[in-house]
C-alpha cells in the first residue's frame, strides 16, 4: 500500500521554528516532486511549498517565502519542510503529497495534480 505519513507537527509560540517529515512506506519518493499544503479549519487545502524530485526546483506560496525551507534526503525517502519564523496564522493541518510528476508543474498548487496524500499533521501556533 502506497502511503505518506507526515510527523513533525506541534505546538509553538509565534516566532518560534518547526521541522515537518513526510515519509513514504510502499514507493520510492525519488520519482516525483513533493508539494506541502496546509488546510485551515472551513476551507480548501492550500499550497505551501513544492520541491522536484531531482531537489534542484523548489517553489514556495507568497505567504511562507523567507520563512519555509523544503529539501528531501532522498536515500531517507523523506521530504522535510522547515518552518521558521511562525505566526498564528501559520496554524492549520499540514499535509504532504506526491505530484504525478518528477517536477514541480504547474498548476503546483491544483490539489488535482496530486496523488497520495498522507493524514496530515497539526501545527499550532499561539502565545
Known amino acids: 500500500q502506497l502511503q505518506l505519513v507526515e510527523s513533525g507537527g506541534g505546538w509553538t509560540q509565534p516566532g518560534g521554528s518547526l521541522r515537518l517529515s513526510c515519509g513514504a512506506s510502499?514507493?520510492?519518493?525519488?520519482?516525483?516532486?513533493i508539494g506541502w499544503f496546509r488546510q485551515f479549519p472551513g476551507k480548501a487545502r492550500e499550497g505551501v511549498s513544492c520541491?522536484?524530485?531531482?531537489?534542484?526546483?523548489?517553489l514556495y506560496a507568497d505567504a511562507v517565502k523567507g520563512r519555509f525551507t523544503v529539501s528531501r534526503d532522498n536515500a531517507k525517502n523523506t521530504v522535510y519542510l522547515y518552518m521558521n519564523d511562525l505566526k498564528p496564522e501559520d496554524t492549520a493541518v499540514y499535509y504532504c503529497?506526491?505530484?504525478?510528476?518528477?517536477?514541480?508543474?504547474?498548476?503546483?498548487?491544483?490539489?488535482?495534480?496530486?496523488?497520495?496524500w498522507g493524514i496530515g499533521t497539526l501545527v499550532t501556533v499561539s502565545s
Open positions: 510502499g514507493f520510492s519518493l525519488d520519482y516525483y516532486a
Open positions: 520541491i522536484s524530485s531531482s531537489d534542484k526546483m523548489t
Open positions: 503529497a506526491a505530484q504525478h510528476f518528477p517536477v514541480c508543474t504547474h498548476p503546483v498548487w491544483d490539489t488535482a495534480g496530486y496523488g497520495t
